[in-house]
């Protein structure tokens, strides 16, 4: 399914984003574009390959969000403030890391015709939209 196909994961060097990545990697893609802030993850924890490029960064910046391009078979966004803290103790901030960060990559994606159909796969509070 992944076989020769460019990929974005957003929040790539957290448990889940690693994790995928090395799924990923097992498939034979062209290339997987990580985006991570590390805020709460660690680069160490992507695998390590030629197929693999990291920027180091917040997808919520508009300038790390057009430098990394719209040419993408598959998007995974998995940027999140992790557990439900946040939620409580500053609920705006978290609104907009979560909530509006989504909105800004759809907006940067949704006359992008390369993705592939329901390609945009989006994790949010240990709840996953759909499986692969």
């Known amino acids: 399914m992944f076989s020769n196909q460019k990929i974005l994961v957003i929040g790539g060097a957290g448990f889940v984003g690693s994790n995928l990545c090395h799924r990923l990697l097992g498939e034979n893609p062209d290339q997987i574009v990580v985006v991570d802030n590390l805020l709460s993850s660690e680069a160490f924890n992507l695998p390590v390959s030629n197929k693999i490029k990291f920027i180091y960064g917040s997808i919520t910046s ?4 057009n430098s990394v391009g719209k040419d993408f078979d598959y998007v995974f966004h998995l940027a999140t403030y992790h557990g439900n803290q946040s939620s409580i103790t500053n609920p705006l901030a978290d609104h907009e890391n979560n909530t509006f960060t989504t909105l800004k990559i759809c ?26």
């Open 62 to 65: 508009d300038v790390i969000l």
């Open 107 to 132: 907006e940067h994606f949704k006359e992008v015709t390369a993705l592939k159909k329901n390609s945009i796969l989006f994790c949010w509070m240990h709840c996953c939209s759909e499986n692969f």
